[in-house]
């Protein structure tokens, strides 16, 4: 069926902070962040299974937040605090041990080191911080935190969702994967 411009436009809601790729988003971040809140209780391959199915779930809904116009710049703040960063990351710290560093290359082609634990909890942070200050329930605090999480999106969390699929996808898929194919070397995903 096809919808013409004029029925769109009927279908369209007022308020943009309540489209469905916002509401989308909400159910996405929530579950992200209810699992990481207590990502001790897992083994390191529950996680990155977890996170292999989620990861890219999380950044096609970050690709679709709409642009908003933040009516009230004063609203926007953090939640987050460093000792429940710290918790988050700590616990998958401790679960992933060596499989949690891995390189990237950073914008020069430099290789610069990063971190599963790290990049993990940073996206639980920005997450988090969203549906809470979402959760004010008041058209500028909705604003700020769509603004917010987009512009997070496009520097931070999206990025980071990138790189760490990658290295996600290689521990969880080391042993079907030829290394022959890379000249026997064993870390050619860094």
Not at 14 to 29: G, H, K, Q
Not at 36 to 64: C, H, S, T, V
Not at 140 to 148: D, F, H, V, Y
Request: with cysteine.
């Amino acid at each position: 069926m096809t919808v013409s411009p004029m029925n769109a436009k009927k279908h369209k809601p007022d308020d943009p902070t309540i489209s469905p790729p916002v509401l989308e988003m909400i159910t996405v971040a929530n579950e992200y962040c209810l699992f990481f809140e207590r990502a001790g209780n897992y083994k390191a391959d529950d996680i990155l299974e977890y996170y292999q199915k989620m990861a890219p779930l999380l950044y096609l809904k970050g690709a679709l937040l709409p642009v908003v116009q933040v009516s009230d710049e004063a609203v926007a703040q953090c939640f987050v605090t460093e000792e429940q960063w710290e918790t988050v990351f700590r616990s998958l710290r401790e679960q992933f041990k060596s499989l949690d560093v891995y390189y990237v290359l950073d914008h020069h082609n430099d290789t610069t080191e990063t971190s599963l634990s790290e990049n993990m909890a940073d996206i639980y942070q920005d997450l988090k911080d969203f549906l809470m200050l979402y959760q004010k329930n008041m058209t500028p605090a909705r604003e700020s935190a769509i603004a917010q999480l987009r512009k997070l999106y496009q520097t931070r969390w999206g990025p980071a969702i990138i790189t760490s699929l990658q290295k996600v996808h290689h521990i969880l898929y080391k042993d079907a994967i030829d290394p022959a194919i890379f000249d026997n070397d064993d870390e050619w995903l860094v």
